[in-house]
């Protein structure tokens, strides 16, 4: 760096610092609606990180990054008006102080869940890699999250793919409110990157030309094929962990060791020694106060978003609308529910270049229920590939890769795992569009099989459709026949938005007509398999099978019911309900396999309620497996869960029979 990068460093630097003390100002004083966390002490990482990258590299950061953002060259206004909650922020104020992003600069984001942002770093990654764009990956945290499970996956991932990511861990010695002492051994967390087999170094995070040579030299190695490196970049937290942090809890002594290490006066001098003017060091102070009271002035007057733009941006505009067929041709092909998935996935990684499916044991194995069987052979291992066993790892991953132009087809491969990173779905993948005003999108599929069968035990087979359904910007579908398991993973794969696919395990087996030379749907709309004039059974999933049973049933006893087949929970098809509710009298019965508390059968139920309460003749009846966990035992089981019977009896009694024996 020479002289005049110096100062121009220092410039930028001192733009950080003054827009974060003025922004802990506007929050005293009313200016900024909830918490900030002001990044005061440690611009040099940015500023220097920064310089060091090019126009084709990625930057995510934790919610301590305002100044990333100045440093990618967003701009200041914007910033500010954003973290102000204005209209003219950088994202129109959906985001705020910890949230912000500007991909137009390729900063992707900063992200308010500690740790998470590793592994959709690596997913960033992961698309520089596949797509060939020679990009570099930064992804920025605190030496807090160093200790989270998302960050460790996140690593472990990106080094089993070698990918061209930096991990840049801002350690100023405080977790939040609790010192580094009190919960790491090591004085120097360099180890942990060492002991995953990462290059990793230490890095004086005080001093911006340190920082810039470090990062300069790992984007190289990155850049090489030798990815990731870990850099801890050691440095120092001015203020407290939020605006409102009064700092009971850290000693005098520790505040001290902070304001020693401030790296602005350490610059300072540096450039006084090597000769720069004092009066072009206080120009160049004077016109950052200066442009910090303009862009305040400038925010201050903008307005505040439209309340009507609260519901803009959740999903993308369909580019067509492609219904599902309510037949199926004549030469359509007899397969089983696997196959037809298997057949989706190979069509769409022909036809598609940007698509890669991965997770645990997806790629030389072919998958635990064999779906993704010869993929790996047939498309090679960029594009079809195994992963650790680190499910944030996947779902994170894939965010990132969405992010930056892939297709990504992941599988997780019991829904029951799915909790262990069920923040990558709710608090990320689902965020993407909304928090961006659809300048980001995050095109991902995740596949995973769910439901009871015999033998499996309590962690493997819940059905958790309502728990995801509830999650606004994501699509959840549920395919119960071999026909939609293939054209709703094409439907999900098509989609320009976060999509979850529930197979059915129970269904893997089961055989079908598939007509494969089907136009690709659009992701949702419900199917009807049946129409009768006597009531409605809703239902989704294996359970649209033991409803057809009953249907058959029913009609022996002359009670002819309508079967829908919702597919979709998001969307859902309000329109087929409707249609439902007229064509079968006003009765309506919802059934499925997850338990009854809580299912996604009540918020149908209260949707019929609300709705169509004028129509109905009875209230609607839910089926559903009973509020216990789920046994082992095929006997305890068939004791809880819903079938044939079950729906039957319900059926009667619904149109004001008594229960009636299925035989």
């Not at 990044?39 to 930057?59: H, M, N, S």
């Not at 596949?130 to 996140?154: P, R, Y």
Request: with cysteine; charged share 20%; glycine share 10%.
């Amino acid at each position: 760096m020479t002289d005049l990068d110096l100062l121009e460093t220092y410039r930028q630097m001192l733009t950080i610092r003054r827009l974060e003390e003025r922004v802990f100002k506007l929050s005293h004083e009313g200016g900024i609606a909830g918490s900030v966390h002001l990044c005061l002490g440690q611009e040099a990482i940015p500023v220097g990180a920064a310089a060091a990258l090019e126009p084709q590299d990625r930057v995510l950061a934790t919610y301590r990054g305002h100044g990333w953002a100045v440093a990618t060259g967003s701009d200041p206004l914007a910033i500010l008006a954003e973290i102000m909650q204005r209209s003219g922020g950088v994202n129109g104020g959906r985001s705020g102080s910890p949230l912000l992003s500007d991909p137009a600069n390729g900063f992707l984001g900063e992200n308010s869940i500690v740790g998470a942002g590793i592994p959709i770093g690596a997913g960033v990654a992961l698309a520089a890699k596949t797509l060939g764009t020679g990009g570099v990956a930064v992804s920025s945290i605190g030496d807090g999250a160093m200790n989270q499970g998302a960050t460790t996956e996140g690593m472990i991932f990106a080094a089993a793919q070698n990918l061209p990511i930096i991990f840049i861990c801002e350690n100023n010695g405080w977790a939040e409110m609790t010192p580094l002492s009190a919960t790491t051994r090591n004085a120097d967390l360099v180890a942990r990157g060492r002991g995953l087999g990462i290059e990793s170094h230490v890095v004086d995070g005080n001093d911006p030309v340190a920082v810039h040579t470090a990062v300069a030299a790992a984007a190289g190695v990155c850049r090489a094929g030798n990815g990731p490196v870990f850099l801890e970049c050691k440095t120092a937290r001015l203020s407290g962990h939020y605006n409102n942090d009064i700092q009971h809890y850290r000693d005098k002594t520790d505040q001290a060791a902070a304001v020693d290490a401030d790296p602005l006066p350490r610059l300072r001098e540096r450039l006084l020694t090597l000769g720069t003017e004092a009066e072009k060091i206080s120009a160049a102070e004077l016109a950052v106060d200066r442009f910090i009271d303009d862009i305040t002035e400038q925010a201050t007057q903008m307005p505040f978003p439209d309340p009507a733009t609260a519901f803009d941006h959740l999903y993308a505009e369909p580019a067509g609308i492609v219904t599902a067929p309510t037949a199926l041709p004549e030469e359509s092909t007899e397969t089983t529910y696997q196959r037809a998935l298997n057949q989706a996935l190979i069509n769409e990684l022909e036809n598609r270049p940007e698509v890669v499916v991965y997770g645990e044991d997806v790629g030389h194995a072919g998958g635990i229920f064999g779906v993704s069987r010869g993929l790996h052979k047939r498309f090679g291992p960029e594009r079809v590939f195994d992963t650790p066993i680190a499910e944030s790892a996947i779902l994170g991953s894939a965010v990132g890769a969405a992010m930056e132009g892939l297709r990504p087809v992941v599988e997780i491969m019991w829904a029951d795992f799915l909790f262990v990173a069920l923040d990558q779905i709710i608090n990320q993948a689902s965020n993407v569009r909304y928090i961006n005003q659809s300048r980001l999108r995050a095109p991902l599929t995740v596949r995973m099989q769910q439901g009871v069968t015999p033998g499996s035990c309590a962690q493997h087979s819940q059905s958790i459709e309502g728990i995801l359904a509830h999650i606004p910007g994501i699509k959840v579908g549920l395919p119960a026949t071999p026909h939609d398991a293939y054209a709703m993973t094409r439907a999900a794969v098509a989609d320009n938005d976060p999509t979850i696919l529930i197979e059915a395990r129970s269904l893997y087996q089961t055989k079908g007509p598939v007509d494969t030379a089907a136009p690709v749907e659009t992701a949702g709309g419900a199917r009807f398999h049946r129409e009768g004039q006597d009531l409605a059974i809703i239902t989704w999933g294996p359970m649209l099978h033991e409803a057809l049973k009953a249907a058959e049933l029913l009609a022996e006893q002359g009670i002819y019911a309508t079967v829908l087949d919702l597919r979709w929970l998001r969307p859902l098809d309000e329109d087929a309900i409707a249609h439902a509710i007229r064509q079968s009298g006003g009765r309506v019965l919802v059934a499925h396999e997850a338990t009854l508390t809580g299912g996604f059968g009540a918020e149908v139920a209260a949707g019929i309620t609300e709705r169509h309460f004028d129509s109905l003749r009875a209230p609607v009846t839910r089926v559903a497996t009973a509020d216990v966990r789920i046994p082992s035992s095929p006997i305890l089981q068939q004791a809880i869960v819903p079938n044939a019977s079950t729906i039957y009896n319900a059926a009667t009694l619904l149109c004001g029979l008594p229960a009636l024996s299925a035989g």
